[in-house]
């Protein structure tokens, strides 16, 4: 009697378990045109600044004058922008719409990218937002973490690097919401600056990102 009460005791407190869901693969991509060569050393100072006139092969990169190096040196914006529609995805619809928001534990944006630059990326900052966002400081917009640096000219295998979304961190709070919500699309955003100094490669090639979500869930 008290085996078979340990039996069924036991069976109805079995411990839960984790299923994870892929959601549609996303991908976006950046062209920074194909002009080939360096940039040059232009010399600069606080009386002759020749910077602001300079002819710029990008409107994305800033040119001012340094003048600790007495030379014009650039950054370059580097900005993109994915927006995502949950209503829209059938993984989405088959996998998470039957599911608890609740029973979400950890996200996961898994990646790789197409990368023919002719410049590195540095450490680039991801947000999440509003499906209207354009940069970091727009409201309601997040940080999910870091990612990179990238050398330039260099691929990254599909799915071979992770950026995990942990529970508790306030993007994951966001996406949970959004999850539960899947009518309403929001967007993800990738933020950087690069630098550029006379002599540095114009900057040039394309970059394709290709972005897999993994939802993880606790199933009872």
């Known amino acids: ?94 996998g998470l719409a039957q599911q608890s928001a609740d029973s979400v534990r950890t996200i996961i944006l898994s990646y790789g990218l197409s990368n023919t630059l002719t410049f590195s990326i540095p450490e680039t900052e991801v947000h999440v937002g509003p499906k209207d966002i354009r940069t970091p400081r727009d409201p309601g917009v997040v940080p999910v973490g870091r990612i990179g640096p990238f050398a330039a000219g260099k691929d990254v295998p599909d799915e071979s690097l992770q950026l995990v979304i942990d529970d508790g961190s306030p993007a994951h709070a966001f996406l949970v919401d959004r999850i539960a919500n899947p009518e309403r699309p929001f967007s993800f955003l990738l933020a950087t600056t690069v630098p550029f100094r006379g002599g540095d490669p114009i900057p040039a090639g394309r970059l394709e990102v290709r972005l897999t979500p993994i939802v993880r869930l606790l199933k009872r």
């Open 1 to 94: 009697m008290l085996v078979a009460a340990a039996l069924v005791f036991g069976a109805c407190t079995a411990p839960p378990t984790e299923t994870e869901v892929r959601l549609a693969t996303q991908v976006v991509r950046q062209d920074f045109g194909s002009t080939m060569g360096t940039l040059p050393v232009v010399p600069c100072n606080a009386q002759l600044n020749p910077c602001n006139a300079l002819p710029v092969p990008d409107s994305r990169l800033k040119v001012t004058c340094d003048l600790s190096r007495m030379q014009c040196i650039g950054d370059l914006s580097v900005v993109v922008l994915y927006t995502l529609d949950l209503s829209q995805d059938a993984a989405f619809r088959a």
